[in-house]
């Protein structure tokens, strides 16, 4: 799994790369909780992850919390239907805002 | 395919998903249903790495064996760790509450009982079994 954080228009660009498991999610969740500072845009793009197992989805549940703790935005693109498969079976899916693409994630965060 | 043993280690995780993915692939599953096997075994391997060895300060290794027939494919997966039932994580009941008030354990076993048609537990001689079993769709 590699992790590249970009910033573009004001917005945190978080961009995975590869498996997002029990061994990766915590090294990922590193990375990333503290760029969630008060008043934050993120946007998490997972077009680029084939695969997620639950340890993602705390990950998610982290970010979730803590962009909600600091009034920040998060924002989920790219999510590939197996994943999105796994959110709705686990009732995470209506909690966050989705949209398909990198670029629709960007204008809605405008 | 012959049996996969790696360590009770994470970073056995990907080696364990390559070979699922494997034998998802010859036993003709489609992609969903090969993702959902996936899944499944890698959520226990990492209960069994996290709880089984590294809380319980054990080591050992991560055994799998697979059997395909023409109904369906069987994963074993086997190891020597401390026991414990997965049974007992399976009720979600809090799955539709705010993720504010959720309790985050257990969501792994759920998704592996989810995602396969027959899940089993056994213990025997010091020795933990996962028995996962998917249905072969009629091509």
Redesign the interface.
């Known amino acids: 799994m590699e992790i590249m954080i970009k910033t573009i228009d004001q917005v945190t660009v978080v961009d995975i790369t590869g498996?997002i498991?029990?061994?990766t999610a915590p090294e990922a969740q590193a990375h990333i909780l503290p760029l969630l500072e008060p008043g934050c845009k993120v946007m998490l793009d997972m077009s680029r992850v084939d695969?997620m197992?639950?340890?993602g989805?705390?990950m998610m549940?982290s970010m979730?919390?803590q962009t909600?703790g600091n009034q920040g935005q998060l924002i989920l693109v790219g999510l590939s239907?197996?994943i999105q498969?796994?959110m709705s079976?686990?009732?995470?899916l209506n909690?966050f805002t989705i949209q398909d693409t990198a670029e629709a994630g960007l204008a809605s965060l405008k | 395919m012959g049996p996969l043993i790696v360590p009770g280690t994470l970073d056995s995780l990907s080696v364990i998903g390559k070979y699922i993915m494997d034998i998802a692939a010859k036993a003709g599953l489609d992609k969903k249903a090969a993702y959902r096997l996936r899944l499944a075994v890698d959520e226990i391997a990492t209960n069994i790495v996290i709880h089984g060895y590294d809380e319980a300060n054990r080591q050992g290794d991560l055994e799998l064996r697979t059997e395909l027939n023409e109904a369906d494919l069987t994963i074993f997966l086997e190891d020597t760790g401390a026991s414990y039932t997965p049974g007992q994580f399976s009720d979600r009941t809090d799955l539709h509450l705010p993720l504010e008030e959720r309790q985050i354990g257990g969501l792994g076993v759920y998704l592996a009982m989810q995602g396969v048609d027959k899940f089993h537990y056994e213990h025997f001689e010091g020795r933990n079994r996962h028995t996962f079993v998917v249905n072969r769709t009629p091509t």
């Open positions: 498996d498991d029990g061994k695969y197992s639950s340890a989805l705390r549940l979730h919390r909600a239907e197996e498969d796994t079976a686990t009732g995470f909690f």
